[in-house]
């Protein structure tokens, strides 16, 4: 694995949320709220999952348009005007936004993601996505890294590298799709603790190869 955004999984969720943060889009569709180019379709598929009647926002940039997405399992089966769908659940997304899950560039969930993966905090704010490892990281790890850590008083770090790490949610199962970086702040700490001084020559050497092991 590398440091940059590994993805958990390909999942492409949608989320509902308050409309105040369409007043500007508005402005772009006509005084019916609909723009003039809405894709139609009718299907006799029963779906597990219809959102009906939202202001779609399909995240390539396009006005916003009344419209309906179907769900079968994980994936969006169809997006647009949807009146012969048929569904086992439906959602009335009527004075609603419907758009892709957003994504958290710099959140902080790494172990609370391990602790609770519901991550209600995230998926009740239209989160589906976060990038972690800003100051600290999950790896490295040894007892200089976990020190201060709250999560390691309360629950078991078992991992050694981000393979392990990932392991770990894949098994525990989680509400996000999550990627993470390897930080300086971790791998400093992993060999010098809290010492206020330039690391040695040895010290960098030790830190390079850190790095390259955590992936």
Sequence with gaps: ??????????????CAVATTACSATRSMNDSSGSSAAVPTARSAVVYDRIIRNGRILDGTGSPWYIGDVAIAGDRIAAIGRLP???????I?????????????????????????????S???????????????????????????????????VDWTDLDGYFARMQRQGAATNLGTFVTAGSVRRYVMGDTDRAPSALELEQMQGLVADAM
Excluded: C
């Design 92 to 120: 009335d997304a009527t004075g609603l936004t419907v758009s892709p899950g957003w994504i958290d560039v710099l959140g902080h969930s790494e172990y609370p993601q391990v602790a609770d993966g519901r991550s209600l």
């Design 84 to 90: 012969g769908a048929a569904a086992r659940d439906t």
């Design 122 to 156: 995230k998926i009740t704010q239209g989160v589906t996505s976060e990038i972690t490892g800003e100051v600290f990281s999950v790896v490295p790890v040894n007892e200089r890294t976990l020190k201060e850590l709250s999560f390691a008083r309360t629950n078991t």
């Design 1 to 14: 694995m590398s440091g940059e955004i590994i993805m958990r999984r390909s999942m492409l969720a949608i």
